[in-house]
T-cell receptor, first 114, second 109 residues
Framework: ETGVTQTPRHLVMGMTNKKSLKCEQH?????MYWYKQSAKKPLELMFV???????ENNSVPSRFSPECPNSSHLFLHLHTLQPEDSALYLC?????????????FGPGTRLLVL | GQNIDQPTEMTATEGAIVQINCTYQ??????LFWYQQHAGEAPTFLSY????GLEEKGRFSSFLSRSKGYSYLLLKELQMKDSASYLC??????????FGAGTTVTVRA
């Protein structure tokens, strides 16, 4: 148990659907992250939030929209996705952005876009 | 961008030792991490190196040479449960964490 939970664990959606991924951390951390993990590729950082403020957006397409209502919760809203967006989406948290802190990961949401 | 290289796959026998190498080229350096990821599960933190040298944690050790842009993760007394993907990640001067593609280690009986 890493203290970071994600729902749903699996999601299948059509290209015209709208869905949201949820992440919750129970570690008292102030920074949260969204990563994309495709098969045989490195983890790709998508978004970073530090104290509820978005501090990084790594040129992610607008069909991915993050939301961080508080330091414990992070959402990724999905709409009009493409089949190449199928991947494992991982949420992580750390004490805060910067410093020597370690990131702790959730189990991920396996997304399939048809 | 950052460049982090590690072997794609390694196979070893139960009880043996395996060394996973990682080389990196990044804009600045603020630490190197190793994570373990079992299939279908979250990456879990294994080790952190920011100074040169060897860090030992039980059966796992991690080494760093900043001048060479090189690290390795050493797994000793391999067990079947050590079969997993091992991710090397480097934090740059902007504190951004970049990952390698991971090394899949298969432990055979």
């Amino acid at each position: 148990e890493t203290g970071v939970t994600q729902t749903p664990r699996h999601l299948v959606m059509g290209m015209t659907n709208k869905k949201s991924l949820k992440c919750e951390q129970h570690l008292g951390h102030n920074a949260m992250y969204w990563y994309k993990q495709s098969a045989k590729k490195p983890l790709e950082l998508m978004f970073v939030y530090n104290f509820k403020e978005q501090t990084e957006n790594n040129s992610v397409p607008s069909r991915f929209s993050p939301e961080c209502p508080n330091s414990s919760h992070l959402f990724l809203h999905l709409h009009t996705l493409q089949p190449e967006d199928s991947a494992l989406y991982l949420c992580a948290s750390s004490q805060e952005r910067g410093g020597s802190e370690t990131q702790y990961f959730g189990p991920g949401t396996r997304l399939l876009v048809l | 961008g950052q460049n982090i290289d590690q072997p794609t796959e390694m196979t070893a026998t139960e009880g043996a030792i395996v060394q996973i190498n990682c080389t990196y080229q990044t804009s600045g350096f603020n630490g190197l991490f190793w994570y373990q990821q079992h299939a279908g599960e979250a990456p879990t933190f294994l080790s952190y190196n920011v100074l040169d040298g060897l860090e030992e944690k039980g059966r796992f050790s991690s080494f760093l040479s900043r001048s060479k842009g090189y690290s390795y993760l050493l797994l000793k007394e391999l067990q079947m449960k050590d079969s997993a993907s091992y991710l090397c990640a480097v934090r740059d001067s902007d504190y951004k964490l970049s990952f390698g593609a991971g090394t899949t280690v298969t432990v055979r009986a």
